[in-house]
């Protein structure tokens, strides 16, 4: 694959989110508020518990853990679900499929001007303001690193999700309810919406191993060094189970797409 | 036929438009059970949410499981009317972008009823289930008294704390008459009502009053359920709430409708 043409289309997709800066400025804005409640919510919390640290997790890096979840959320979304149904609807898909490249490849690299302009402009400074409130509760070292790596991973296993939970929709038409399942389950079992450290032990030996895992709670540990993230075993295995959920997911969603695109029936000519 | 009509003229037209509403909601069988299936979900991993906070902290600002449990199923039924009635919301902006707007307004019915009355959605009624049996369960364990006095005020709290997210949503959504973004100062105000559930006391200075006066989520739940949670120590704000209410709903109703005479205004 000429990696010419996927930086094309990387830049496209820059141009196209620049031009909603309003949404961008309005994230932003909204992540703030949400450090707010988030700050308020988990200070009660850990105030009522008469201890500095419950499983691990200190107020700190829960609080870190959270926001960034949040920001993580708002730079890994894409709207696969949403642009698959309604290019179906509209007929715009055959253009994509006839393109001379692998749709799969083609839909990811049009999404992935929007995530750079995201991380930069949303995910970034969201970063820093948690760095300045926490008062350096971030350790800066190779720690970020492993965090950057682990991201990317994460964006490509989220990519994958989507893309196996997209074709579900040429079966049933229905967009919002598939869409809104496929939400809940990778919130909460991902530990967007309560740290995976909180769960049950019973439940985490099964969690641990979900793919949705790999999506934040993988980078957000080895970010706070925690769960033996900071030694070289620890991180091993994290990205072993990141890697091996990329090679599943990517030829599972292979074959369901290659039975999924014969479904397809665009109304008109 | 007189200008005013009243209230059995509109109670008539809404239920002849949700008929309608129904009738091609039923063409699409699956997207509706896959949809109540959605919703359900939704409040089922906010429920497992719950259950995960109590199982590392058994109370949070003196608040215990059921109390919580009660405020959270308070919240869910509360958030019911905004689901079930006013979803039309969501599509204000594409239909004022796209100029459709312009046939609500040659109607002789009000333009804001005529509006909301077209979208009815049936999944608010799959949470609607789930905030009464949460509440139930919630109000056994406590050991309220059951007493005519005490449900007629739920009810009436309970109306009372819907007027305030139907008033969030109503301005967020007529943001649109004047900005473009205005899809996600939606989306960020229906995130602010993950925060409902939880006791409004947590927050403290300059961010209890936002949270009460500006963004009112603290009334969604909070204020109106205390009538309930401690009969002998009801403040001041619980009392008001029901006025308050009537004031941002008809706020809010008012800030809609300088947005139609505005979209009326630019012609074409």
Request: glycine share 6%; net charge positive; charged share 10%.
């Amino acid at each position: 694959m000429n990696p010419r043409r996927l930086i094309a289309l990387t830049r496209a997709g820059i141009m196209e989110s620049l031009h909603f800066r309003l949404g961008i400025f309005v994230t932003l804005f909204a992540n703030l508020i949400y450090l707010v409640l988030v700050y308020y919510l988990w200070k009660a919390i850990y105030d009522s518990s008469g201890t500095d640290v419950v499983n691990g997790m200190t107020f700190t890096d829960t609080m870190i853990y959270l926001i960034l979840a949040t920001a993580l959320f708002n730079f890994l979304e894409m709207f696969v679900v949403w642009d698959m149904s309604r290019s179906i609807q509209s007929g715009k898909i055959v253009l994509d499929l006839l393109k001379p490249m692998r749709f799969r490849i083609y839909t990811f690299w049009s999404y992935s001007g929007s995530h750079v302009v995201q991380f930069v402009l949303t995910f970034i400074p969201t970063f820093i303001v948690v760095m300045i409130v926490t008062g350096g509760a971030i350790k800066m070292g190779i720690n970020l690193l492993w965090f950057v790596i682990a991201t990317v991973f994460a964006l490509i296993i989220n990519y994958s999700i989507e893309m196996m939970v997209a074709p579900i929709c040429l079966y049933t038409e229905s967009t919002w309810g598939i869409n809104i399942v496929k939400e809940t389950i990778v919130l909460l079992l991902s530990g967007a919406s309560i740290p995976l450290a909180f769960f049950p032990e019973k439940v985490r030996m099964i969690v641990d191993y979900l793919p949705f895992r790999a999506v934040y709670d993988i980078p957000l540990t080895m970010l706070l060094g925690k769960n033996g993230s900071d030694t070289p075993e620890g991180l091993l295995k994290m990205f072993g189970l990141q890697l091996a959920w990329i090679l599943i997911l990517t030829v599972a969603g292979n074959l369901f797409w290659n039975h999924a695109v014969k479904k397809i029936t665009v109304n008109g000519g | 036929m007189s200008k005013k009509r009243g209230l059995g003229f509109y109670a008539d037209i809404y239920r002849k438009i949700l008929i309608q509403d129904l009738k091609s909601k039923m063409s699409y069988r699956a997207d509706f059970v896959i949809s109540t299936f959605g919703m359900i979900m939704t409040n089922l991993s906010g429920f497992v949410t719950f259950m995960i906070l109590f199982h590392n902290f058994p109370t949070i600002n003196g608040w215990d499981y059921y109390h919580m449990l009660f405020l959270y199923g308070f919240s869910l039924v509360a958030l019911t009317p905004v689901q079930c009635f006013f979803d039309n919301n969501w599509n204000l902006r594409f239909m004022v972008q796209s100029g459709d707007f312009i046939k609500y307004c040659f109607r002789p019915v009000n333009v804001f009823f005529y509006f909301m009355s077209e979208v009815f959605d049936v999944k608010g009624l799959g949470q609607l289930a789930f905030g009464i049996g949460t509440i139930v369960y919630a109000w056994i364990h406590i050991g309220i008294p059951v007493t005519p006095l005490v449900i007629l005020k739920l009810v009436v709290f309970l109306f009372t704390a819907s007027l305030f997210m139907i008033a969030i949503m109503n301005i967020a959504a007529a943001t649109c008459f004047w900005i473009k973004g205005s899809g996600y100062v939606m989306v960020i105000m229906f995130r602010f009502k993950d925060f409902a559930k939880y006791p409004s006391s947590i927050f403290s200075g300059v961010f209890k009053v936002i949270f009460t006066f500006i963004i009112p989520i603290a009334f969604v739940a909070y204020y109106p359920s205390l009538v309930i949670l401690q009969p002998d120590n009801v403040p001041l704000l619980s009392w008001l709430s029901p006025l308050l209410g009537l004031i941002f709903f008809w706020l809010s109703y008012k800030f809609w409708m300088l947005g139609v005479r505005k979209y009326d205004f630019t012609g074409s």
